[in-house]
T-cell receptor, first 115, second 115 residues
Framework: DSGVTQTPKHLITATGQRVTLRCSPR?????VYWYQQSLDQGLQFLIQ???????AKGNILERFSAQQFPDLHSELNLSSLELGDSALYFC??????????????FGPGTRLTVL | AQKITQTQPGMFVQEKEAVTLDCTYD???????LFWYKQPSSGEMIFLIY??????QNATEGRYSLNFQKARKSANLVISASQLGDSAMYFC????????????FGKGNQVVVIP
């Protein structure tokens, strides 16, 4: 158990809908990262928050947004869902926001299926 | 930008044997970290081992060791005394000192341990 929690574990929804994925980082970690894993794209970095502020952006679509709350939990909002958004979404956390040695620990993931 | 290459086809390994998973990388960052993660069929991403680019010694964590050859830009994972529970996909990842704080992942190596 990495100490990172994600809910829900599975999510099935229809095209055009909006969903919210939730993540709680490990105790003491200030950084939260979101990744998307799909068969065709592999693991793709979406966005990072550090202590409530957006710190880095990756291949995140405009239909997707995220935030980190004062208690450091984070939510990833996916809207106007398309079939291609079906994927495993991971949240990871780490202590800081800089430094190559800052190990990221991953949650169990949320498997999103868009029908 | 960082690039990770994992090109080995799926591997079958006899229980109790050692297995080496290849990873090569490309980066212009002067300092970087290399990571290996394990993803079993259940889907979670489990951190295994970290190697810093300036570390003089190869990293070891229990049955996992990292064969780091900086000049060749390779960071191979060695799993000794394979167990059935080692059957999984293994991902090599790196994080540089410049740019955003994302982990760049390879496409993974599939390992199946047979009794």
């Amino acid at each position: 158990d990495s100490g990172v929690t994600q809910t829900p574990k599975h999510l099935i929804t229809a095209t055009g809908q909006r969903v919210t994925l939730r993540c709680s980082p490990r105790s003491g970690d200030l950084s939260v990262y979101w990744y998307q894993q799909s068969l065709d794209q592999g693991l793709q970095f979406l966005i990072q928050y550090y202590n409530g502020e957006e710190r880095a952006k990756g291949n995140i679509l405009e239909r997707f947004s995220a935030q980190q709350f004062p208690d450091l939990h984070s939510e990833l909002n996916l809207s106007s869902l398309e079939l291609g958004d079906s994927a495993l979404y991971f949240c990871a956390s780490s202590v800081g926001d800089r430094g190559p040695s800052d190990t990221q620990y991953f949650g169990p993931g949320t498997r999103l299926t868009v029908l | 930008a960082q690039k990770i290459t994992q090109t080995q086809p799926g591997m079958f390994v006899q229980e109790k044997e050692a297995v080496t998973l290849d990873c090569t990388y490309d980066t212009s960052d002067p300092s970087y970290g290399l990571f290996w993660y394990k993803q079993p069929s259940s889907g979670e991403m489990i951190f295994l081992i970290y190697q810093g680019s300036y570390d003089q010694q190869n990293a070891t964590e229990g049955r996992y060791s990292l064969n780091f050859q900086k000049a060749r830009k390779s960071a191979n994972l060695v799993i000794s005394a394979s167990q059935l529970g080692d059957s999984a996909m293994y991902f090599c990842a790196m994080r540089g000192v410049y740019g955003n704080n994302r982990l760049a992942f390879g496409k993974g190596n599939q390992v199946v341990v047979i009794p």
